[in-house]
């Protein structure tokens, strides 16, 4: 699995035209990264760590609450994801940039009042370890956020809708909505879980080919031949438009003493 993903996030394609498809056809237009930001409580003169950056998608919209931050660390276990933020970002004195990974920190015992990580732990290998490395760096008062996708969502739904041609069951459930806060609640005190309310309202079917041939390579859908995904997808858009039901969240997890 491990390999997968490396191959799958060496450089931001795949997740550009994942990102994309959200941004154009989502029914909540506030942005389901805006939305996990306005959840966050940045007082001044904190220390912040991010856990895989992705593409930045985090800070387009919200890098003017960088300025009263006292430190934010930015880290990917790919470099091109590190150096893809940065350009979002840029330099500021505040601001590290570093490849990592979330099951080897190499920071201090409480070193953080704030650690992010988004829609990263379903693709590590040893959860607890994670979890383990996060509540050590994290300082006592402080809290861990980290959102994921839940169960029943957009790939789900499109493995069902081609559950003739690929075993139905393709999203990674390693870590999700329904199992998080029981990872969670071993290493921190309280966990609390928020909902993101929206669905995806596609109106043309080349940019849903393209989302899910972005999965080659990590879920059997992607690999299928162009033709056979454009055919089952045009028997299901209903009035020029195809609903897709979306299930993300957020975990606020709290260190307390």
Known sequence: M???????????????????????????????????FSNYQIADEVKVL???????????SNSDSIDKMKQLVVTDFSKDMVKTT??????????????MDIQKISFENETFDIVIANMLLHHVN?????????????????????????????????????????????????????????????YFNSV??????DELQVTRIDDLVK???????????????EEIIRKRLESEFNNGMLIIPKEYGMFIARKES
Not at 50 to 60: N, V
Not at 137 to 160: M, P
Not at 168 to 180: A, C, I
Request: proline share 1%.
């Open 211 to 225: 989302y899910i041939q972005s999965f080659k390579g990590i879920s059997e859908i992607g690999s299928l031949e």
């Open 50 to 60: 991010e856990l895989g950056c992705g593409t930045g998608e985090l800070w387009k």
């Open 86 to 99: 940065k350009s979002v970002i840029g330099n500021r004195d505040n601001v590290n940039y570093e490849i």
């Open 126 to 186: 040893d959860i607890p370890k994670a979890l383990s490395e996060v509540n050590r760096v994290l300082k006592t008062g402080g809290i861990f956020y980290c959102a994921t996708f839940g169960e029943n969502g957009v790939v789900d739904y499109l493995a069902s809708l081609f559950k003739d041609e690929v075993d139905q069951d393709l999203e990674n459930k390693t870590f999700t909505l329904q199992n998080g806060k029981r990872y969670l609640s071993r």
């Open 2 to 36: 491990v390999d997968k993903v490396i191959e799958q996030y060496k450089n931001h394609d795949n997740l550009d035209i994942r990102v994309e498809l959200h941004k154009k056809y989502s029914k909540n237009k506030l942005g389901f990264n805006n939305w996990i």
């Open 192 to 197: 609390d879980t928020l909902l993101y309310d």
